[in-house]
């Protein structure tokens, strides 16, 4: 064990591989070259189709021991991940890794798979069950949370060897061409599947809507695709959307949406060229819709909206607020239909969003964001992961990336959730580290980091209610007591890892 | 006071609790709470509180909760207790 410069106990290896402990956003450099994976040549010029999933599994060579991944634009509506696995287990098929780009609630149908040891590992971070399993100890499948950013990192270093991708296809021609724009499954941008589908050694194209040749536009090239197979769904995209798509009404979330706002026009960046990213929640809408009339009442012309997009945002660009939005993912049908309909609404791969190791990302040019927590402690840092009983499961998302890359990130959050004090003495994870955290916005008060000392000064003039996180910790407490820190057992289950590669955190699996 | 009959006072919402308390011959206190591992303590510290303060010496006092704060476990305590009380 080592700690790193959080103070956490990070474990020297991990399922075999050695740890690098987390020390700093900015310095760790890569070491690799780009992977590589063979370079095919496919001389007919026929259909690429091989059947179903099975016959594509048996057409790629899936073997014991390998890695797969999916893309999860579909998120709680795929249902592509437990169709295939059913079928990898069919065929007798054992110690599967998946590296997806992540996992959501309607895959706690691959449970039994893992109990059964046709899965062995996840290589990303998971939402729901599984992670609460994992984290009891129930189930013995070790977890490494990656960011957006990292994963696509991770790819592209060839950290995480993919040996087969099997990428959703919405809008698909036999020869391999796809977007996801159109189709019964639409799902939007495909900005995940363009890491898999430029790193995986092979790569298969999964559609239940084939068209005649070619699929345009084209979102990934036929020049990268192995095989096309066809399911008769890919899953339901009336579930992309999550519950918290809309704006708040609680008079707490409007609090805080009001005094987010406020930082947001204290930075000064709200003026032409201005960049801006928010959530799906319900206090993060609320939020967009105080600076889109801010934009309005300063006829202000913005740079690019960006991240998951929602209708929110296309309205936004359609009523010329912002030049461009920048889509790694569609967060509601609305963004779906626009993204196939406006040329300015691009599509961009996780890579170019938020891999730390490139010659810059799309987050690095970000102004202000607005993130969740579900904890933060007195130093800023932030938990998404880890709940309350101590069970992973949340996974990162972008939060960490674009942290570190907007100007200011604002972290919006309510003081208290049922009981639980969320500005604390110590989060039970660090998903992101307070360094890359400028503003803590709850209804009780604004907390700001000492590297945004002109920011402070601001809102400071403005008579916002400014305190020091401290205090506001205090104040947290003295309504809902000191919380005991969850007890955890020595086992490790997961890791947490920093968009660099780094180890910012460990999951342990909690006392019974 | 005396624990009657059966009491009930709160709701399954977030931020409440559900409070049964029934005649039994002993004092059980049973704790259900989605922050159990961080504040149970604070929890069974302010439900025995209340019991002492109304002089209950018997009787299972079960509480379902979802996070709420310590005026509402007071409050929805003490009114299942009145309701218990036969009065």
Known sequence: MVLNSLGRQIPETFSGKKLIPYSDPWSLQPHAERSTRAIRRLTHNGSKLVGGLKDAIIAVGLKDGMTISTHHSLRNGDQLLNDLVKEIDALGIRDIKIASSSIHIVHAELIPYIRKGVITGFECGVNGLIGELVSKGELDCPIVVRS????????????????????????????GNFNGFYGPSACGSLGYAQVDAQ??????????????????????????????????????????????????????????????????????????????????GGISLAVAENVRNMMRQGKIKGSFGCGGITGNFVDMLEEGLFEALFDVQCFDLRAVESIGRNQKHQEMTAGMYANPFNCGSVVNRLDCAILSAT?????????????????????????????????????????????????????????????TVGVIVTERGVAVNDNLPELKAELIRRRAPVKDIRQLRDEIYAVTGVPRPIEFVDKIVGLVEYRDGSIIDVIRQVCP | MNILKRGQAGTMQSSDLMVIVEPAD??????????????????????????????????????????????????????????????
């Open chain 1, 148 to 175: 957006h950013g990292g994963r696509a990192r991770a790819l592209i270093t060839g950290e995480i060897p993919v040996d087969v991708a099997f990428l959703a296809a919405p809008y698909c021609d036999e020869y």
């Open chain 1, 199 to 280: 790193h995986a050694h092979k790569v298969v194209a999964v559609t239940d809507n084939l068209v005649p040749f070619p699929a345009v536009p084209v979102g990934i090239p036929q020049s990268v695709v192995d095989f096309v197979a066809q399911v008769s769904r890919l899953g339901d995209p009336k579930k992309i959307v999550s519950s918290t798509t809309r704006i708040t009404t609680d008079p707490i979330g409007l609090q805080i949406a009001k005094y987010a706002a406020m930082v947001i026009e204290s930075s000064g960046y709200v003026k032409d060229g201005f960049s801006f990213q928010t959530g799906t």
């Open chain 2, 26 to 87: 002993k004092l059980i206190i049973e704790i259900e709470s989605t922050v159990k591992k961080q504040f149970e303590h604070l929890i069974r510290a302010r439900l025995e509180q209340v019991l002492d303060k109304f002089g209950v010496a018997s009787g299972r006092i079960s509480i379902s909760d979802r996070g709420a704060l310590d005026y509402a476990i007071e409050a929805r305590l003490e009114t299942a207790l009145q309701r218990a009380g036969g009065a």
């Open chain 1, 375 to 435: 904890e933060i402690d007195v130093n800023f840092n932030v938990n998404v992961n880890t709940e309350s009983m101590g069970y992973l499961l949340h996974n990162t998302g972008g939060h960490c990336d674009v942290a570190a890359g907007a100007k200011v990130s604002i972290v919006v959050a309510p003081s208290i959730r049922g009981r639980l004090p969320i500005v604390r003495d110590e989060v039970t994870t660090i998903t992101t580290p307070g360094e």
